[in-house]
Each structure stands twice: as C-alpha cells, then as structure tokens.
C-alpha cells in the first residue's frame, strides 16, 4: 500500500513536471529589437497615426512671456520640431532646420519644447538659434498630437492644414546635417507641390 501511495505521488509529480515544461516551450520567445528597429516601428506608427490629421491651432507659452497663448496654423507648410536641450541629435536638428529656414520663404518652423524657460535662453543665446520657440510648459500640445517621449520629432503640416509627413530623429553627426538639411527640403518641396515624399 505504501509502495502504491509513492508511486501515484511520483508520477503525478513527473506529470505535472512534464506539463510544465511543455507550456513554457511552447511560449512564443519574446521579439527583440535594435535600437535602429524600434525607432522604425515608432516612426511606422506614428505616421501611420498623424499622416491626414487636420491641426487648426496650438497652444503653448512664447519664451518671452508666462502667458498662453494660441498660435494659428498658417496656410503654408508649418513644421513643428519637439525637441530639449540635452538631446545632441535635436542640436545638430535644429542646424539643418535654420539652414533651411534660410532657404524657402514660404515656410513656418515652429520649435517646441517642454524645457525650463531659463535653460532655454540660454541655449538658444548660447547656439545663435534665431527660430520661434514654444514652451509647451504641460506637455499640452504632445497630449494633443499623442507623441511618444522621444526626441525629436519633426512633424510636417502642409498649407491644407494636414500633417504630411513625420520624421523621429535627426542627423547623425555634423557632417550629416547637409544631408539631412536636404531630405527637409525634399518634404518641404513634395508638400508644396502636392506630391506624397518617396
């Protein structure tokens, strides 16, 4: 009796055991992506969810003054580049993105960040950034597009209104900034055109 009671413990014990293993093992591995794949699923997503959305206005502080204010979208193409002052590749952006400011008249680039008023002064006195600047103190204006926490993101509105194209990311180092400053254009002449970017 005593020999029976081992042996049914055993082998519902194996069993058990058995079952076990099988469900772990039969659990998909979990995916794993670089670095390089997350930010393209991000890039895929977001302009999977921005592309055609209709932006009438934004709301956020001047860097000169503490009150809100509501800043029009115009009827040429806008961009709206998030980015802060520690990010290196927002700094080498905002190269490509004066440099382009330079080049069409046609053209509103708004830049938006949620960094301390103070810091920003000083960086842009610092940098010689010579674009608007929003403060967007409460995150405001991320929560009405539904960005992710990453940085930058330049977002393309074409003179209908229309986000038209989104880029996360920036040049790669200082000798990329021409050529990115040239994919900007490209956008911005694809939008001015009516013609989707390829």
């Known amino acids: 009796m005593y020999m029976k009671i081992l042996l049914f413990g055993f082998i519902t014990i194996f069993t058990f055991s058995f079952d076990s293993f099988a469900i772990k093992n039969t659990h998909p591995e979990p995916i794993k992506f670089t670095f390089t794949e997350r930010i393209q699923n991000y890039d895929s997503i977001l302009r ?3 592309i055609g959305k209709k932006i009438e206005y934004i709301s956020g502080f001047p860097l000169e003054s503490d009150s809100i204010l509501k ?31 330079f080049t069409k ?4 680039i708004l830049l ?3 960094t301390n008023r103070d ?14 600047i929003i403060i967007d103190r409460f995150a405001s204006i991320r929560q009405q597009l539904q960005l992710p926490s990453m940085y930058p993101i330049t977002i393309f509105i074409n003179q209908n ?12 180092d200082f000798n990329d900034v021409n050529q990115f400053t040239n994919k900007l ?3 911005v002449n694809s939008s001015l055109q009516g013609r989707r970017v390829q």
């Open 112 to 114: 938006i960040t949620s």
């Open 119 to 132: 810091i920003v002064k000083e960086f842009v006195k610092r940098e010689k950034v010579d674009l608007p």
């Open 105 to 108: 008249d046609d053209l509103s």
């Open 48 to 50: 999977k969810a921005l």
């Open 185 to 187: 254009l490209n956008i």
């Open 161 to 172: 209104h229309e986000i038209f194209e989104v880029i996360i990311g920036g040049p790669k």
């Open 71 to 101: 800043y029009p979208i115009q009827s040429k193409v806008t961009i709206l580049n998030f980015w802060f002052t520690k990010c290196p590749t927002c700094k080498l952006e905002l190269n490509a993105l004066q440099k382009l400011n």
